[in-house]
């Protein structure tokens, strides 16, 4: 039984890939090419996300400064903090809604990207991280689930969003962790000259 369990987690991973690869190829390669015109001017990628997205953000600006698959000169990347406490503590007050807006303020230039990763789109903090970079001036690339939710309802024509058609948090994230990687191999594709896929 709890074999069969496991069993049929693969299966639905492999079937919601397979069922997205056509929908995402597009959005995820105008990722690609935000990422890509962002670094090769001086600009940087900022990521963010809460709990597991937290964890593929840093993941994806570890890929940037210290490299994917294949050797390259770092790129300019930097996962914005989730520790609340330290935030919290330097303003005073619970504004656990402004934590990554305010590291935004602070870091982002025109230019650069913000990279949001949330299931649902609808975290306060990811929204108003949204609305920072965008008075930054800056693209914004949203990974979402289902309907990109209230983040997808913020992002302007210049921004990306890349939302996987599921509900399930596990699902989703699932594909996030994929979609990075073909952002990460894309721009590295695109730096560097194609290389076989082994």
């Known amino acids: 039984m709890l074999e069969q369990r496991i069993q049929q987690h693969f299966i639905d991973s492999a079937d919601l890939k397979y069922q997205?690869?056509?929908a995402l190829s597009h959005?995820?390669?105008?990722?690609v090419q935000a990422v890509l015109a962002c670094v090769t001017s001086g600009g940087k990628v900022l990521a963010c996300g809460n709990g597991?997205?937290?964890?593929?953000?840093?993941?994806f600006a570890a890929f940037?400064?210290?490299?994917?698959?294949?050797?390259r000169p770092e790129l300019a990347a930097l996962a914005l903090t989730t520790d609340s406490t330290l935030l919290?503590?330097?303003?005073?007050?619970?504004?656990?809604a402004q934590q990554f807006a305010r590291q935004v303020r602070a870091?982002?230039?025109?230019?650069?990207?913000?990279?949001?990763?949330?299931?649902?789109?609808n975290d306060a903090n990811l929204l108003a991280a949204t609305e920072a970079a965008h008075e930054r001036d800056m693209t914004v690339v949203v990974?979402?689930?289902?309907?990109?939710?209230?983040?997808?309802?913020?992002?302007?024509?210049?921004?990306?969003?890349?939302s996987v058609p599921h509900d399930r948090a596990a699902r989703?994230?699932?594909?996030?962790?994929?979609?990075?990687?073909?952002?990460?191999d894309g721009v590295d594709a695109q730096l560097l000259g194609e290389q076989e896929i082994p």
């Open 143 to 162: 990974l979402t689930g289902r309907t990109g939710g209230k983040l997808a309802a913020l992002l302007r024509e210049t921004d990306v969003l890349i």
């Open 64 to 71: 940037c400064v210290a490299g994917f698959e294949r050797e």
């Open 20 to 22: 997205a690869a056509q």
């Open 88 to 96: 919290t503590a330097a303003v005073g007050g619970n504004e656990l």
């Open 27 to 31: 959005p995820i390669a105008a990722a």
């Open 107 to 121: 870091l982002g230039q025109a230019g650069d990207v913000l990279l949001a990763l949330s299931v649902t789109g």
């Open 172 to 184: 989703v994230r699932e594909v996030h962790a994929l979609a990075l990687h073909c952002l990460s």
């Open 52 to 59: 597991p997205s937290a964890a593929e953000a840093q993941q």
